[in-house]
């Protein structure tokens, strides 16, 4: 299936810093989910995302899904260290269900205390 | 248990030996799912099952990787004359069916690491 591209593959920023990862495709999403890897840890989700245009916030994270439904972005305020991760976009090939996730390569965020 | 398991941690074999991988989903979860990740990379998606049948198998690389799931709960992927670029961590998670047209939550397991000398 078509995969999801992410930009940037890294990050580093200064603790307190903001910082925005992004999801393109060249096709429209059914659904965009987000998961957050730890360095030696496994993917944990985030959230999913279903609507044209939707914007959804957990704490100091907000994602969005584009109006065309082909991007999706998390942004992330005043970064933490506890932040540090990579971060990953995944789609699914049809809505609903269970479905199998094609991930984007991911963003490594680091964050300097 | 708690959440998914996967057995062992870390497995160091040779090139052409045969290794048995094992996933304990989460107890109730009627699908489960079979992806590896390379280092810098996403997980790639392998095969994953509803129940005990195979619902979509399409990313299994090639005829040397097999799954099973039995009963419907623990799965195995097998690996035959395993061989270098096999080397990765294997990934399991599982799902439960959601409400409305969502899809679902997968939760994922530690992986397994695999070494192929």
């Known amino acids: 299936g078509q995969q999801v591209m992410q930009i940037p593959q890294y990050q580093h920023v200064q603790e307190g810093e903001d910082f925005t990862t992004y999801c393109n495709s060249s096709?429209?999403?059914?659904?965009i989910q987000w998961y957050k890897q730890r360095p030696g840890g496994h993917p944990v989700f985030l959230i999913q995302?279903?609507?044209?245009?939707e914007v959804k916030k957990q704490k100091r994270l907000t994602f969005q899904f584009g109006e065309a439904k082909k991007n999706s972005s998390l942004h992330i305020t005043a970064t933490q260290t506890t932040d540090v991760g990579t971060y990953f976009c995944a789609r699914t090939p049809r809505e609903g269900g269970s479905e199998k996730l094609v991930f984007g390569k991911g963003t490594k965020l680091t964050v300097n205390p | 248990g708690a959440g998914v398991s996967q057995t062992p941690s870390n497995k160091v074999t040779e090139k052409g030996k045969y290794v048995e991988l094992r996933c304990d989903p989460i107890?109730?979860?009627?699908?489960l799912y079979w992806y590896r990740q390379s280092l810098g990379q996403g997980p790639e998606f392998l095969i994953y099952?509803?129940?005990?049948?195979?619902?979509?198998d399409s990313g299994l690389p090639n005829d040397r990787f097999f799954a099973v799931r039995p009963e419907g709960s623990v799965s195995t992927l097998k690996i035959q004359r395993t061989e270098r670029g096999d080397s990765a961590v294997y990934l399991c998670a599982s799902s439960f069916p959601g409400a409305g047209g969502s899809t679902d939550t997968q939760y994922f397991g530690p992986g397994t690491r695999l070494t192929v000398l």
């Open positions: 107890s109730g979860h009627t699908a």
């Open positions: 995302l279903v609507k044209s245009g």
């Open positions: 096709t429209t999403l059914s659904n």
């Open positions: 099952f509803q129940g005990t049948g195979a619902a979509d």
